[in-house]
């Protein structure tokens, strides 16, 4: 089973107390990138959140939206800075007396000053604010990871199709190749002879010269090791797991062989498959990008 790095996750918990809920999407990446959103209160579990998650994910640029609703009444209390006010108080005084203002202070318009009034947050039991966001985290995680799932095997019929067809190129390849050289023989032979005309053609010198001929067009080597490269591909798609990097690798080893049968081409039936056959690689090699 093979995965996409392109998912999406959401869950919600809802609590007496509390509602946590938790988004998640990514996009391909090299490697584990997690980008988290969330309130301050939450920061502190950001080390244990990043560690849930490498439960799931193992490649992709993810980016996570964690949203928080307390529903306790008694989630904050008001709190009376009389220090503040007393200070904000005796600098209203001296200002009175300084510039000769009247001193129409009142209670309501000292209550207006910047923390004289403070709301604070009761302490939080960091367990049970745990245990939601791990449940929240874990929802989204999974539901991720079956989107990623349901892509991959979108990924998986795509990529089976593009190596058949890669293996169309190189069987026609192979059974092109040794026709070429028989072709290269007669043609050969037919311009020596009409050289040469009643003289007797001296054939160790047309094998040598054909025996040349193939050395440099022959792509046995080549061919063999593209169809491994094929076969490899398709057995680590079938066994699945984080296989992104991998492939990519023989992917590009693939398209090296393919660039060597192409430049050694004498023939243009081979030369197009060999370039259909490049072309297939890219292809092979961009989807390649969006497994995990």
Sequence with gaps: ?????????????????????????????RYLDINIKMPKKLNFFESAIR????????????DVFITYEDYSEESGSLKYNRALAKEYLTYLRQMSEEFGLDDDIRVSTLSRFPEVFVMEEQGIDEEELWKDLQ??????????????ITEGENLLKDLNAKLDTMLEHVDFITERSPKLIREYKEKLREKVREL?????????????????????????EELVRLRSHVEGTKKALVSGG????????????MNRE?????????????SDRAIELKNEIEKVREQIQNIE
């Design 1 to 29: 089973m093979i995965k996409s790095m392109t998912g999406f996750g959401r869950c919600e918990i809802t609590g007496k107390d509390r509602k946590m809920t938790v988004e998640m999407k990514s996009v391909n990446h």
């Design 51 to 62: 560690t849930e998650l490498k439960n799931y994910i193992s490649r992709g640029k993810v």
């Design 135 to 148: 449940s929240a985290l874990q929802g989204a995680a999974e539901n991720f990871v079956k989107t990623r």
């Design 196 to 220: 040469l005309e009643d003289v007797q053609i001296d054939e160790s010198r047309l094998s040598m010269e054909v025996t040349i001929f193939a050395d440099k067009v022959c792509v046995d």
């Design 242 to 253: 984080s296989i992104g990097r991998k492939l990519d690798f023989i992917a590009q080893e």
């Design 258 to 270: 393919a660039n060597t049968i192409l430049s050694k081409a004498n023939d243009l039936e081979i």
